[in-house]
């Protein structure tokens, strides 16, 4: 690679380092954050960091450079909910940001779950991949797969009871 | 009826509570409570995984757009750096005035006066009538140099070179007294003490305490004269030796303010002598006896001569 690609400060190498890492930087600060939304901020700020100091980082080290980043930024992000958090203990206002029935998605029952639907029977995978990525009702499906409706709920009941057995008790 | 109907969904019931078509309460009463809250992890976190692996793209074009907010703000930035170079460049160039215009001093005096002037580095220079000294206040320290037109006495404190410049050469000390005259095309300096060196039509010429150096009208010399040990016009007498008369009579104009008419008498008899600065009287007599020339004074402070 010459010196030219390695220019983070042009555009095309900023966008492909972002194409590169978005995704996993948003899946790790979802592990952390456990908020769609916070991971979604702080990934802007991240890579607005990068191009802020596109001429400090060396590129062989972008990767490690926006993982420490987006680190940091998060737990500035918690340092400044502690001190939300005080303040409304302090002056007595009930905070109920967290539902009572929250549920904590771990980085380890998402990759179960990832590897579980890799894993499923292909008619059930089949079922299962054009509902959930492709968004298609159970109708439409049934149209493509040339099966009746009642085959497609059928399939994709299996395909949930099959993960319930895969990801076992939580 | 609402059992027969849960049985006959019950291969599908999850696909229908996915979809939405089913309740989460109508679930909860189908299945045990830890299958429940599995079934709810689940879907949360497939609904998760959907999000996370949906394209990056929407928050790119946020990022791009934010930075390109950012830049508007870097002009601004530069804005302000480009007013802060106007100012400094405002800075330096009053920097430079200050440095290229001069502290000019200048000292003169008039008719029959004279003047003493403390230098910053502890010399003195006395000035005699109708005489100017200009120096640079500024860089004095480095370079004591001045400018003399008239008659000046110097008691130089050691240090670096001190020069006095004049219109007929000019005279560099250590540090030493000497007396300079230069007047028109009539240059004199007298040593009294130390060391003088004297450049006059790039010939120089060193004097030791009693030697004088006098140019008069181009062609100069050098000689042995005084024994005093200051000028004598500073204790109010001006001392002439060897002198063609025009430069005496023109330090008795200088020295009283009159004008002296000596068209009639040959101007280069040479005179040895001297003149008080207190009684014009007596200075005329002094002089003009001597030499068997008469003059009168027609009107006020115009004097002519004649045999």
Redo the contacts between chains.
Sequence with gaps: MDKDNRNICESKIF?AI??AH??DI??FL?YKTQD?YKA?DI??EV??KL??NCNKVDYDKVKSYIYSIANNMFLNEVKHQKVVQNYGKYNKIESTNESP?F?M?EKE??EK??STVATLPEKQREVFLM???EKK??KEIALLLDISV?A???R???A??V??KE?G?? | MENQNLHSNEETFLAQWLEGNLTDTELKKCISEADYNAYLKLRKGLDALDQLNASTEDTFNKIQQKIANKKTRIRKLYFVRWSIGVAASIILLFGLFSIFTTDLIIHKTNFGETKTISLLDGSEVILNSKSTITFNEADWKEDRQLTLDGEAYFKVEKGSAFTVNTNNGSVVVLGTQFNVNSKDDFFNVVCYEGKVSVNSNSLDYILLPTNSFRKINGSSSESSTTQLLQPTWIDGESTFKSVPIKYVITALEDQYNIKIDSELIDDSIIFSGSFPHKNLNIALITVFDALKIRYNQKEKRKIKLRY
């Design positions: 966008e972002y194409n978005a995704k948003r899946r979802f769609l979604e990934l802007q890579f607005i191009w802020d029935e549920i998605l029952f998402l779950l990832e509902n959930r990525i009702k159970y009642k497609v709920e059928k994709m009941h299996q949930l009871v993960m319930r990801i008790n939580v």
